[in-house]
């Protein structure tokens, strides 16, 4: 029996003619029945990390720069790059997978990425988590793109300053985004998210760094650092930079 987040359940031992894999789709109460995972469906959407912290489906300028956030026992940073707001239904359902272009002023570096539901009201809601110990980002030669998945035979140390390409998977998740509603990625170096329930706070904010660093998420031509979604429903017109309001961001059509 396997169980993700968004109430994805699955069993490949079952003697009916139930299907394998049945999901639970947040906020419309429906069941989706599949035969194949991930979903035969799925389309997996690019979105780049822009500056602004704009998140979009437009490829990157050349030069648009970088972002960076400070991580210690004192300071916890952050950086969050978030879409304008829906203009049409959007189900995720699967799993997603976070590249990123980065760059440390030390050997090694956590990462951890939430993915987010902004609501109407501006609340944000968290869906999944994915992480990585940028140290082990070597994937297994038989990594799928849908799902990289690390070796874990050796640490490779970092070179201060120099950028590395670090591709991590994000849980699987089940979410239907409502017209309005924004998707929306945060990156943090410690994982002191702040926990909604009780079993989320048995797992959570266990692991600390011994020294400070400084984390820069790099974005522009050469380093489009970005976030692949797998789009089930939703996105007729093709595009959510278009048809999004993104007057927000102090862009114009």
Not at 46 to 59: A, Q, V
Request: with cysteine; proline share 8%.
């Amino acid at each position: 029996m396997r169980r993700c987040a968004g109430s994805i359940t699955g069993s490949r031992a079952s003697t009916t003619n139930e299907p394998p894999i049945r999901c639970f789709i947040p906020p419309t109460g429906e069941w989706k029945n599949l035969n194949d995972w991930p979903p035969a469906d799925a389309r997996w959407t690019t979105f780049y990390l822009h500056k602004d912290g704009m998140l979009s489906e437009h490829e990157l300028w050349p030069a648009e720069g970088s972002d960076s956030f400070d991580e210690s026992n004192f300071e916890h940073g952050a950086v969050a790059y978030t879409t304008p707001p829906l203009v049409e239904n959007t189900e995720v359902l699967g799993p997603s997978v976070l590249t990123l272009y980065a760059s440390v002023t030390d050997t090694d570096a956590l990462l951890f990425a939430t993915l987010l539901l902004i609501d109407r009201d501006g609340r944000e809601h968290e869906l999944t988590r994915g992480w990585l110990r940028a140290s082990q980002r070597r994937l297994r030669p038989d990594s799928k793109p849908w799902e990289p998945i690390q070796a874990h035979e050796s640490r490779e140390p970092l070179e201060p300053g120099k950028i590395y390409e670090l591709q991590f998977t994000i849980v699987a998740t089940a979410r239907l985004f409502q017209a309005g509603e924004r998707i929306a990625i945060r990156i943090k170096g410690s994982d002191d998210e702040p926990a909604v329930n009780s079993l989320q706070a048995l797992a959570r904010n266990h692991l600390r760094r011994p020294r400070p660093l400084r984390i820069t998420i790099h974005h522009d031509e050469a380093h489009p650092s970005h976030l692949d979604l797998p789009i089930t429903r939703g996105n007729i017109i093709g595009t959510f930079f278009s048809g999004g309001d993104i007057s927000s961001f102090g862009l114009s059509h």
